[in-house]
């Protein structure tokens, strides 16, 4: 069946990159995300990259695909406080109007000043 | 407007009562969805509205009823509801169930049952 499968926690001191990892196992997936889940708010789509990419940047964030491996990581140069978050990974599978997200666990990020 | 808002932020019920929860976003998206989320747990994905219709149903129990009067509106009403519903519960929206497809999520309407 479907899963996406995230590394739970990662702790990093201010200013470095940080590197959340994921890895899927539909070889279908066309479309894959990272949201940002501060506490106590809702989901902040962060980027997305379609599977015939294998990468993308947007400003400090850094996506890079490797469809072979099934694996996707999201980088955060320069990494801030505000940055420290739930981090969740999500796959699009199905068809039309059947279309869902299959989502990872989440890492927590810890920004150390 | 890029947002999507839900009422109310909280709610405290109990088990007897009947409630609902709204949902509005004003891009002209024609997907809606409900999301349950447990804290530190990723979201579960509920119902899924697309050109109105509802498409998707995660095998919802019926004590929770969604509804989607129009393409800018989603409800979920609530009815003899368990201490187990309690959770935090999102609506989403896109432009289409196809495409890439982004879900953009409210805040949220934290449900406690007492």
């Known amino acids: 069946g479907e899963d996406v499968e995230q590394s739970l926690f990662l702790s990093v001191r201010e200013g470095d990159s940080s590197v959340i990892n994921c890895t899927y196992t539909d070889s279908s997936s066309t479309y894959l995300y990272w949201y940002k889940q501060e506490p106590g708010a809702g989901l902040q789509l962060l980027t997305y990259i379609f599977s015939n990419m294998d990468m993308k940047q947007d400003q400090r964030l850094t996506v890079l695909l490797n469809k072979k491996d099934k694996h996707l990581s999201l980088r955060i140069a320069d990494t801030q406080t505000g940055d420290s978050a739930i981090y969740f990974c999500?796959?699009?599978?199905?068809?039309?109007?059947?279309?869902?997200?299959?989502w990872g666990l989440g890492t927590s990020l810890a920004v150390n000043p | 407007d890029t947002e999507v808002t839900q009422t109310p932020k909280h709610l405290v019920m109990g088990m007897t009562n009947k409630k609902s929860l709204k949902c509005e976003q004003h891009?002209?998206?024609?997907?809606m969805y409900w999301y349950k989320q447990k804290a530190k747990k990723p979201p579960e994905l509920m119902f899924v509205y697309s050109y109105e219709k509802l498409s998707i149903n995660e095998s919802v129990p019926s004590r929770f009823s969604p509804e989607c009067p129009n393409s800018s509106l989603l409800n979920l009403h609530l009815h003899a509801l368990q201490p187990e519903d309690s959770a935090l519960y999102l609506c989403?929206?896109?432009?289409?169930?196809?495409?890439?497809?982004?879900?953009?999520f409210g805040p949220g309407t934290r449900l406690t049952v007492l």
């Open positions: 989403a929206s896109s432009q289409a169930a196809t495409g890439s497809n982004e879900q953009f």
């Open positions: 891009m002209g998206h024609r997907a």
């Open positions: 999500a796959e699009s599978i199905g068809a039309g109007n059947n279309r869902k997200l299959i």
